[in-house]
């Protein structure tokens, strides 16, 4: 048999095997079962990791904010004691107001011209640690 009379099967004869043949015999089919549900658990578990760290970055913003608002609702009303609006110790009704916002007074300090600076921190603490607060209150500088 010459060399063209010869059948020719795959691509042998170019360097190439024939693909490998499944189960079911037929060529070209690879043992891939499976592979399509690890990739799409993969792609779940990184798109639950990002939500969840979306939600803690999240989370800790409201909670600066909580801490931010309770620093001025205090200052306010120490503002207010301060400058005898209402009955009270500055300090003492600052750290009355923070405590009703869920949060304490860190540092309360009477400046001059009738100012108040007020340092507050959240009670309730996130993973990244307690939010806080400053904020000052009082006539214009």
């Known amino acids: 048999m010459s060399a063209q009379a010869r059948p020719r099967r795959g691509n042998v004869e170019a360097g190439r095997p024939d693909p490998p043949a499944a189960e079911n015999g037929h060529p070209g089919q690879v043992h891939e079962r499976g592979s399509g549900t690890v990739l799409a658990a993969g792609l779940g578990m990184v798109v639950m990791v990002t939500m969840a760290l979306m939600l803690l970055l999240a989370q800790s913003a409201v909670m600066a904010s909580r801490a931010a608002a309770a620093a001025d609702l205090a200052a306010l009303a120490a503002a207010d ?61």
């Open 81 to 141: 004691a301060l400058r005898g609006i209402s009955q009270g110790v500055p300090c003492t009704v600052a750290a009355d107001v923070a405590g009703r916002q869920g949060a304490k007074i860190t540092s309360c300090t009477e400046g001059g011209r009738d100012t108040v600076e007020v340092r507050t921190e959240l009670l309730n603490r996130s993973i990244f640690g307690a939010a806080t607060g400053h904020a000052r209150a009082g006539p214009p500088p």
